[in-house]
């Protein structure tokens, strides 16, 4: 079997990112892997921690081949000088230009998939560049309909409305956008996860779903109607139900995915489930991307404190993704 080809990013500078990249790399894994990052940083932060790890410099007609205490970095310079914990606008270039260049090339074809370190989305926004997370970014690099999904041991949670104020959510609840991401739910699950039928729960907007309208009208509106539509289409779909029962074991049983409608009704149950375990997968895009469940973590940047356990899931996860994706 021909090793899967991945791209890591290494996240924002200040972060426990550079960290992540160095702790995996004594590790023997199951795939090619370079990290996007400043050979320079890397070095400086490999001192910090204490661990002894050979950089190899790499560049695209190089091949990928991963060996334990060793990295190929493809060099990307940052623009000032950091100190981990301490964030700076002023690499904020840096850490876009890492994610777009390994975005490009996984759509070349020198990559199979891309594997994100943590960002922090304030610091890129104080630099001048209107940035709402790395999904939205690498959508507009690669075209698609992404859909945010997040998976621990025994539950996948996708969102219908991702990084965003709560106040913006009812306005983008619309027709149109659930029955895109329930499409493309339900056709990536079968792709990428071998699912025949996936079956899909569908969260209501409102408190009780809506309690029959006396909570709001969202349900019946609007859930309501896109869930008969596409069930017409075949697509196996139960709600819309209350979020506060929705994540109880015997109502999850058999399901293969839990349809959130914002960001904090889904991600909070997932984490406190998983949390260090659990992955970001972007769906509905012409490559494979997946990354860390957290943060930047400033707090443990160069301590050695940080965990890498949701990065080797992430990386796991980008494996198993690639070795079963099937054409539809």
């Known amino acids: 079997m021909i090793l899967p080809r991945l791209v890591l990013t290494t996240g924002d500078p200040a972060g426990i990112g550079p960290d992540l990249c160095l702790q995996i790399a004594h590790r023997q894994l199951p795939c090619g892997l370079v990290v996007a990052g400043d050979p320079k940083l890397l070095g400086q932060r490999a001192s910090q921690l204490g661990l002894k790890v050979e950089l190899a410099l790499w560049k695209p007609s190089d091949d990928t081949t991963h060996q334990a205490d060793r990295l190929r970095v493809w060099p990307v310079a940052t623009a000032a000088e950091t100190t981990p914990g301490k964030l700076t606008a002023a690499n904020a270039a840096y850490v876009l230009k890492t ?34 997370g790395h999904t939205e970014f690498i959508a507009s690099l690669t075209g698609g309909d992404p859909v945010m999904l997040l998976t621990a041991p025994g539950l996948r949670v996708a969102l219908a409305t991702t990084h965003i104020p709560l106040t913006q959510v009812r306005q983008n609840i619309t027709r149109e956008r659930l029955i895109r991401i329930l499409r493309t739910l339900d056709k990536e699950l079968k792709q990428h996860f071998g699912i025949a039928s996936p079956r899909i729960l569908v969260a209501g907007l409102n408190p009780h779903a809506g309690e029959c309208g006396h909570l709001g009208q969202e349900e019946i509106e609007i859930i309501s109607p896109v869930l008969e539509t596409l069930r017409q289409e075949g697509l196996n779909l139960i709600g819309p139900l209350p979020a506060d029962t929705l994540f109880l074991p015997p109502v999850l049983a058999g399901s293969d995915v839990v349809l959130a409608m914002y960001h904090d009704q889904g991600l909070p149950v997932l984490k406190h489930l998983g949390f260090g375990r659990a992955v970001n997968i972007t769906l509905g895009l012409p490559i494979i991307r997946t990354s860390v469940d957290h943060g930047t973590a400033l707090e443990l940047a160069g301590t050695g404190k940080a965990d890498p356990g949701s990065l080797l899931a992430a990386i796991d996860a980008a494996i198993d993704l690639v070795h079963h994706a099937q054409p539809l």
């Open 99 to 132: 994610i777009s260049e390994s975005a490009q090339a996984c759509l070349s074809g020198n990559f199979n998939a891309m594997v994100t370190a943590p960002i922090n989305k304030a610091s890129i926004n104080e630099a001048g560049t209107s940035f709402s």
